[in-house]
Each structure stands twice: as structure tokens, then as C-alpha cells.
């Protein structure tokens, strides 16, 4: 088995593949220093994660929140040839776990999953429930690999 790792620095690239991407996983301490692990969707903004979390699921009252945590987007592929049988990229966003309360950019922040994930229900459609709060991802450092090999 052979195996290739590419450090990727180019921020245009890497920025284009996180806005491409769906969902990731959001990685988060809890005040037992468990780590709590969550998939979700997000939205990338100012070099920032935003997700939504639900303040009633047991593990949201347990968040160390002003603590670090970090967003892992991966993506794989098949490759058809001999030499590289699969190519899998790798972006994590490592940061600072805050809750947003800056109603300007809770309201941003929903348009802007409408448009990505709703875009056929209209502004005035579009409902988040009660129980999901905005949370940033505040980005200290982005890191992007790929990994090749057969």
C-alpha cells in the first residue's frame, strides 16, 4: 500500500471546497472534558463556522463554551488508475466555540442557510425552531490535506 500526504495552502481552494461541502463534524469539549462530536450543516462566513445546535439535546448544557473546538469537512473520491486508487481531502477549522447573540448575524446567518439549504422556501416561509441557537466556530487556524494512495 502506498500512501501520499499534499499540505494545501492555497486559501482560494480551500475555501471553495468548504462552501461546496454539505455538512461536517463540529467537535466540542463538554464540562467533563468528553469531546461531543456532532454532524451538521453549517454556513462559512468571514473565515467563521456557524452552525445551529439544539439547546434541548442533554449534551448542549454541558458545552464548554468559550473553549476550543474545530469542524472537520472530508472529502473522498475514487480514482480510476494504477498508481492512486483514492484521493481524500481532509479541511479542519480550528477555533473557539462561542454562542452568537448579535441579532444582526443570527438573522444573517438564517438567510444564509435558507439560500443554501432551503432555497425554495421564501424568506418570510422560512422558520429555524425555537430550540436551535447559533453557535461560531472563530477560526484561529485552517488546515487542509490530501491524502492519495492505492
Same mark, same amino acid.
Given at each position: 500500500?502506498?500512501?501520499?500526504?499534499?499540505?494545501?495552502?492555497?486559501?482560494?481552494?480551500?475555501?471553495?471546497?468548504?462552501?461546496?461541502?454539505?455538512?461536517?463534524?463540529?467537535?466540542?469539549?463538554?464540562?467533563?472534558?468528553?469531546?461531543?462530536?456532532?454532524? %451538521? &450543516?453549517?454556513?462559512? =462566513?468571514?473565515?467563521?463556522? !456557524?452552525?445551529? =445546535?439544539?439547546? &434541548?439535546?442533554?449534551? !448542549?448544557?454541558?458545552?464548554?463554551?468559550?473553549?476550543?473546538?474545530? !469542524?472537520?469537512?472530508?472529502?473522498?473520491?475514487?480514482?480510476?488508475?494504477?498508481?492512486? /486508487?483514492? *484521493? =481524500?481531502?481532509?479541511? /479542519?477549522?480550528?477555533?473557539?466555540?462561542?454562542?452568537?447573540?448579535?441579532?444582526?448575524?443570527?438573522?444573517?446567518?438564517?438567510?444564509?442557510? *435558507? /439560500?443554501?439549504?432551503?432555497?425554495?422556501?421564501? /424568506?418570510?416561509?422560512?422558520?429555524?425552531?425555537?430550540?436551535?441557537?447559533?453557535?461560531?466556530?472563530? %477560526?484561529?487556524?485552517?488546515?487542509?490535506?490530501?491524502?492519495?494512495?492505492?
Amino acid at each position: 500500500m502506498q500512501r501520499n500526504q499534499i499540505i494545501i495552502r492555497d486559501i482560494k481552494e480551500i475555501e471553495k471546497d468548504i462552501n461546496d461541502a454539505l455538512a461536517g463534524v463540529a467537535s466540542m469539549f463538554l464540562e467533563t472534558d468528553k469531546i461531543y462530536q456532532v454532524p %451538521t &450543516n453549517f454556513i462559512y =462566513l468571514d473565515k467563521n463556522i !456557524f452552525i445551529y =445546535l439544539d439547546k &434541548n439535546e442533554e449534551a !448542549f448544557e454541558n458545552i464548554k463554551f468559550n473553549s476550543p473546538a474545530s !469542524f472537520s469537512i472530508v472529502k473522498s473520491e475514487k480514482q480510476g488508475g494504477k498508481e492512486i /486508487t483514492y *484521493r =481524500l481531502k481532509c479541511i /479542519t477549522i480550528n477555533g473557539e466555540i462561542r454562542i452568537v447573540d448579535e441579532q444582526k448575524v443570527i438573522d444573517q446567518i438564517k438567510e444564509l442557510y *435558507r /439560500t443554501k439549504y432551503s432555497s425554495r422556501i421564501s /424568506t418570510e416561509d422560512y422558520e429555524v425552531p425555537e430550540n436551535l441557537i447559533v453557535c461560531i466556530i472563530d %477560526t484561529s487556524e485552517i488546515k487542509a490535506l490530501i491524502e492519495e494512495g492505492n
